[in-house]
């Protein structure tokens, strides 16, 4: 096809009614970059120390109850994140993973303190891992936390294969997370759902700074997502606004990537739709190209893309 055709076919859309219009978004090929899944399965994927059934809150979130949500609003890919449930047992991602070929990349969780947690890395890598999940959980000395010698090792090995290091923090943690972007300057790294901003209350002016200021770090992305638990925390989340036009014109669109959260965004009145909608289809100042790099361009280049080994 021509470019000629191609442009008259694209101008012949844009006459098409608003509802013709949101049927052709929702064939987006788009891609969420951050979603959980568990079995009720704990005989062949047990949990973790410490977690019981009852902590699955839905009991469960396969695939296939994924889709249901997702696949209406033309989301085909998807970066699924390592549940805490089973800590650094991935088999669970892994088998999912294996069994829908294109469809998944994962993030893992590993123990960055283990001997052979490079080699444990590489391992995951070669099996569609492309990022390291870590969070700050009970730790109470962060800087301790962040900057201890397994943090280094996971920061280097991530570089090294060219995969990305995914924090889970609150916004106290961003100073920090600054200076090991400067000391680890060639690893790419994914920030969850706005660094948490917002979680509790409004957020602090200098806290969403902290966030801007990370955009100085050319490897570092932001993920804005989990609407449903930032802010008013209330659909259609247009309070949000602000935020991802900030982290937008901070960071630029290729380095921002949506995300549900789910199964946590279907959950308690809460919809998919509402999520994807957010970005795709209720704040103005984001253009077609801003959308096409937050909805897949970013996802597709940091976490479907080859690493090295
Ligand atoms: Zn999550």
Redesign the pocket.
Known sequence: MTHTRRSFLASSAALLTGCDLLSTSRKGNWIDA?V?VWTPDVEKYPLARGYAVSDMQPPSFTPEQLFAHCRPEGVQRVVL?QMSYYQTDNRYMLDVMRSHPGVFSGVAIVDENAPDVAATMRSLVKQGVRGFRITAGKAKNLSGWLGSPGMGTLWKTAAELKVSVCP?INPDTLPLLDKMCEWYPDTSVVI??FARLGMAGAAKPEETQNLLRLARHAKTHVKAS?FYALGAKKAPYLDMGPLVRQVRDAFGPQRVMWAS?CP?QVEHGHNYHNSIALIRDRLDFLSAEDKAWMLRGTADKVFFSAAAI
């Open positions: 951050h959980h994140i889970l969850d759902h989990a959260d946590f």
